[in-house]
């Protein structure tokens, strides 16, 4: 410990990156994602889908959603080269060890059989975002709030934006859609589609009306419009109704998700039903 105090942030920062795919911990997690926050019981008072449980938590509007393949990125990178059933199946009695069984049943290898990488992050993009997230809205819904709005992202970018990170190309990693929030592709000297330039104008003015009204549907006055390609193609400004509205997340709306993508953005219902459905019933704690 003397040691790694002695050493620069940098130093340590990247003997994590080159030791990344080491397991020297039986918090398997720990393998993509080695450093994080300590509930410490004081400044972090628990996990937050607890917290969020128990009700500590301030009641407002929430807008919130995920990627389709948000592991993809963390998975690719930690196994550089393919993995077999045989791999596969000890990586999950080393998440959860005590329901490792049902998780193989319900995610056989078979699915992938010539890599499990596919798989490993199907897995982990169902239990720590997609599944782990409707948890925590349904939670919330449970407890009397109202106004949440869930989206799903699922469009890879149209042009090579990953660097280094050739893994994700034409795949929509964790992160996909910052760049359509800000509109900063050209920032990059990245170019939008013309079908990118409409999805990132209408998810401006889906942000932005939350931001100003709690509700991402409406812009509070005096600002009534928002100016988007839609204008260009349209000849006009883009009004609100021109884009899709976006119903609150609820039973009462069959569970109606936003599923952000090109040519055209679409309502879906019960997005990952089937297998979010197991997830609640095995737990989003990662370990055991």
């Known amino acids: 410990m003397d040691c790694m105090r002695a050493k620069s942030a940098d130093d340590v920062s990247k003997a994590a990156y080159e030791t990344r795919s080491s397991v020297t911990s039986v918090k398997l997690l720990e393998l993509f994602e080695p450093y994080g926050p300590y509930v410490d019981g004081q400044l972090v008072k628990g996990q937050p889908l607890a917290v969020f449980s128990r009700g500590n938590y301030t009641s407002k509007p929430i807008m919130l959603g995920t990627t389709t393949e948000e592991t993809v990125l963390y998975v690719f990178a930690a196994f550089e080269k393919s993995v077999d059933a045989k791999e596969y199946l000890g990586l999950i009695a080393g998440l959860k060890p005590q329901s490792a069984a049902?998780?193989?049943?319900?995610?056989?290898?078979?699915?992938?059989?010539?890599?499990?990488?596919?798989?490993?992050?199907?897995?982990?993009?169902?239990?720590?975002?997609?599944?782990?997230?409707?948890?925590?809205?349904?939670?919330?819904?449970?407890?009397?709030?109202?106004?949440?709005?869930?989206?799903?992202?699922?469009?890879a970018f149209s042009f090579k934006g990953w660097g280094p990170i050739s893994w994700c190309e034409g795949r929509v990693c964790h992160g996909s859609e910052?760049?359509?929030?800000?509109?900063?592709?050209?920032?990059?000297?990245?170019?939008?589609?013309?079908?990118?330039?409409?999805?990132s104008g209408d998810v401006i003015a889906y942000w932005t009306n939350f931001a100003w009204s709690g509700d991402p549907n409406y812009s509070t006055p005096p600002r009534q419009w928002h100016s988007s390609p839609r204008a260009d193609i349209q000849g006009k400004k883009l009004n609100v109704k021109d884009v899709t509205k976006w119903p609150e997340y609820s039973s009462v709306n069959n569970w109606t998700a936003l599923r952000f993508k090109t040519p055209t953005s679409e309502l879906i219902s019960r997005y990952r039903d089937e297998d979010c459905t197991f997830w609640d019933t095995i737990s989003y704690t990662t370990y055991p």
């Open 102 to 155: 049902k998780i193989v049943e319900q995610y056989p290898p078979s699915l992938y059989p010539t890599d499990q990488r596919e798989l490993i992050a199907k897995v982990s993009t169902d239990l720590i975002f997609s599944c782990s997230t409707r948890n925590l809205t349904r939670s919330l819904l449970s407890q009397g709030q109202n106004h949440i709005w869930l989206y799903v992202w699922d469009h």
């Open 178 to 199: 910052i760049v359509f929030v800000f509109g900063s592709a050209p920032l990059a000297n990245f170019t939008f589609s013309a079908e990118e330039e409409i999805l």
